[in-house]
């Protein structure tokens, strides 16, 4: 039989001396937190009121575009294919800019410690919807023109 070694704690590295770390501390006050109850996420530039402006603008040239052609000219199918492109294109470009604001409020509430769910899902329908419309606009584009 060997001999029983008694129980030793071993502590690994510097040992500290703490009646000088509480003398110096007594002169230092704690810092405060502060906590914001509700925050909201600002950008410095919100991508998703340029993609309400995008869509606006966008429809607004289309209808503008369809009306400048008229029955028995010419440049009817001109204005016409102008009309739809910029129809096409302006949503695209919605919901591409919506995707990016998204991106960047998932990023935010990330940061904060807040749930991204809501806003990586929007962001993921986002960029479906754009998809969809891109085969749309490929598929009409083709078929039309």
Do not use: H
């Amino acid at each position: 039989m060997q001999p029983e070694k008694p129980n030793q704690t071993q502590l690994y590295g510097q040992p500290q001396n703490l009646n000088q770390q509480i003398q110096q501390t007594q002169g230092v006050f704690p810092q405060q937190q502060i906590i914001i109850l509700n925050p909201k996420f600002q950008p410095k530039f919100n991508f998703r009121y340029l993609s309400y402006a995008v869509f606006a603008i966008g429809i607004t040239a289309s209808i503008i575009f369809m009306e400048m052609s008229a029955p028995g000219r010419l440049t009817n199918d001109y204005w016409r294919f102008l009309s739809e492109a910029v129809c096409c294109l302006s949503i695209i470009l919605t919901f591409v800019f919506d995707a990016v604001f998204y991106k960047g409020k998932a990023d935010w509430q990330a940061t904060t410690g807040q749930s991204n769910t809501w806003s990586l899902t929007g962001m993921i329908f986002d960029i479906i919807f754009v998809c969809i419309v891109v085969i749309f606009g490929f598929i009409w584009f083709t078929e039309v023109y």
